[in-house]
């Protein structure tokens, strides 16, 4: 499963995979090129002589295609570019070459591309102070791009994008005070196995482990914990490139203001070259997975927020099966737990694999089950499985709640404990590419939790079943602590208050491009009406990193307002002012989410 930024090389008459930046089980999928067409003449003698027209027919004819040639070449001489945009110039009856030096970047999701010319990839600071000074000279944007995992494609530019991935190293580790010193450009992963010959480790993790450190602190990443913070609390300094300052370091110490509101700063503030990360013991953990049903849940929930140091709740729309998933460190004195599961693997992937091959043979009848074409299925992973599943009828409301269903039976024969490293365990299988919206809204203090984050969800499955949404599983809840950091959702100035996660997707298992518009449309009617019934109730706001900007301008100018109310907006621009007056390091997104303010 491509888990990456994907990079590639405009070529004509075909796209050639140039890089990836990260290591894929699966390959990128190119995208053929226009070619040329041949002219096609509106009026031939031969054409003339073989029909019985009139002369008057023919001088028609002859007209309109005068009237063609003529328009095509106003249109060409109209419309002026510059010299070095002369690929730009419409060619009559051809398709114009893409020059060699435009490469086409995509998110993991591959919901959002762009087409760049300029991709740098500094290896060193020094390097990158050259890279940020000479865009800064010309006043040409080099947005800041981790791993490209954000859903939103928050990292992308046009113009043009600066990647640290040649830049990831760990320079320093204090055992003593727990603490590791890197280039922002290190993945989650390489971090974790870089440090744990010293006994360290994160404290905490998101779903997956390719993300570029840079860009999950710069985005407000989070795990699962309501003891634990977003990940941008795990910060304790950072060195920044700035257009207007040089290089500076921030710190709680030096220039707090900056510094909280630089953790989670959205590439906006400076390129940030080097973290320094409070870290933890490495220890072991046990996973606990049990199924429960939301009454059992309202029962137990202070409970498992309180007395679990990691809890999720995986809930499936169209049922009442709620997967909860507890982690622990191992127990000293009792060891890890020795009970092994009832089911196998292959018995609790057993009614996914039915179902898959009764709907294979209702909606490709044609396709045999011993086809070279068809994977074994007794290869997949059960994520694959839904794909495969969903793939075939993704917006069909009935089909999708079997799937969720066989989801269902399929949780209930995994219950049971799973022992490993935190880095191991604390990882999530996402599924494939896919539409996500994740929101985050308090949930009251850890002592007392106000439980609105279950009636949230209460809410949300029952306006998914009124309007009956193909909705398909899980949507993902999690809890973090809140963040000091002021443009983080989960942000608060009181230390007890927890804030509750809730992720709704749409898989996007074919690369159909009708199919996936559609499967897009559907999604985005869903998440309009989660935003219309419930955001503003539940005080709810959108991860950074998944936040879509509205095509339409009123519904643009709501968002805007609406941010202002939860997040320093007028402090962040003035930052972004003093650090980058030119804006080499925004892009359309930045600048359409934080407009200046209209006042003096």
């Not at 930024?5 to 008459?13: T, V």
């Not at 050639?16 to 003449?41: K, M, N, Q, V, Y």
């Not at 070449?73 to 893409?98: E, I, M, V, W």
């Not at 010193?181 to 905490?204: F, P, S, Y």
Request: hydrophobic share 35%; aromatic share 8%; with cysteine.
């Amino acid at each position: 499963m491509l888990r990456s930024l994907s990079l590639r090389r405009s070529l004509h008459p075909h796209h050639r995979h140039l890089i990836i930046l990260s290591s894929s089980s699966s390959s990128t999928t190119t995208i053929p090129g226009a070619r040329p067409d041949p002219i096609r003449p509106f009026c031939t003698a031969a054409a003339a002589a073989a029909t019985s027209s009139s002369s008057s027919e023919v001088r028609k004819y002859l007209g309109y295609a005068a009237l063609v040639l003529f328009c095509g070449a106003g249109t060409y001489y109209s419309f002026p570019f510059p010299d070095n945009a002369k690929h730009k110039k419409a060619q009559l009856f051809r398709y114009a070459p893409l020059p060699e030096d435009l490469h086409t970047v995509s998110n993991w999701s591959g919901t959002h591309e762009v087409q760049t010319r300029f991709f740098h990839q500094p290896e060193s600071l020094a390097q990158l102070e050259g890279v940020v000074r000479e865009a800064d000279a010309k006043r040409a944007r080099i947005r800041p791009v981790g791993s490209g995992l954000s859903p939103n494609g928050i990292g992308l530019s046009r113009v043009g994008m600066v990647n640290l991935a040649l830049m990831d190293r760990v320079l320093e580790v204090d055992k003593e005070r727990k603490t590791v010193r890197v280039e922002a450009g290190i993945r989650v992963q390489q971090l974790v196995d870089g440090i744990k010959e010293h006994g360290l480790t994160l404290q905490n993790f998101a779903s997956i482990r390719e993300q570029q450190i840079g860009g999950i602190v710069q985005v407000g990443a989070h795990g699962t914990g309501a003891r634990l913070p977003p990940i941008d609390e795990q910060v304790i300094s950072m060195k920044l490139v700035t257009p207007a300052m040089g290089t500076i370091e921030v710190s709680k110490e030096k220039d707090p203001e900056l510094f909280y509101l630089a953790r989670c700063g959205l590439g906006g503030l400076g390129v940030v070259a080097e973290v320094t990360l409070q870290c933890v013991d490495r220890q072991e953990l046990v996973e606990h997975t049990t199924v429960s049903t939301m009454q059992e849940i309202k029962k137990n929930h202070k409970k498992l927020l309180s007395e679990n140091k990691h809890v999720k709740y995986l809930h499936i729309p169209y049922t009442d099966t709620v997967v909860v998933v507890t982690c622990n460190p191992v127990s000293k004195w009792k060891g890890p737990p020795k009970l092994k599961p009832k089911y196998t693997v292959d018995e609790a992937l057993q009614h996914v694999r039915q179902l898959y091959q009764e709907s294979l043979q209702k909606y490709r009848p044609e396709v045999k089950s011993s086809n070279d074409d068809e994977p074994d299925i007794n290869e997949l992973s059960f994520t694959e499985l839904r794909d495969k599943l969903l793939a075939l009828d993704p917006l069909n409301k009935d089909h999708v709640i079997k799937v969720n269903e066989a989801e269902a039976e399929f949780w209930k024969k995994s219950e049971g404990y799973r022992v490993g490293w935190s880095d191991e365990i604390l990882g999530f299988d996402c599924g494939g590419q896919q539409w996500v919206s994740e929101t985050c809204y308090p949930a009251g203090t850890l002592s007392k939790p106000s439980m609105k984050d279950l009636e949230f969800i209460e809410e949300l499955k029952r306006l998914i079943e009124k309007e009956d949404i193909p909705a398909p599983a899980p949507i993902e809840q999690r809890w973090t602590a809140r963040s000091k950091s002021p443009m983080s959702p989960a942000s608060s100035p009181a230390e007890d208050d927890i804030f509750s996660w809730v992720g709704i997707i749409m898989y996007l298992p074919t690369s159909d491009a009708r199919q996936r518009k559609e499967i897009t449309e559907e999604f985005f009617h869903y998440r309009r009406l989660t935003q219309k019934q419930l955001w503003d109730r539940y005080s709810a706001y959108e991860h950074w990193a998944k936040i879509e900007v509205p095509k339409e301008n009123e519904e643009l100018a709501a968002l805007q307002a609406r941010l202002r109310k939860r997040f320093p907006v007028d402090a962040y621009n003035k930052a972004r002012r003093e650090l980058d007056p030119n804006k080499i390091l925004s892009n359309n997104k930045l600048e359409k989410l934080f407009p200046p303010s209209e006042s003096p």
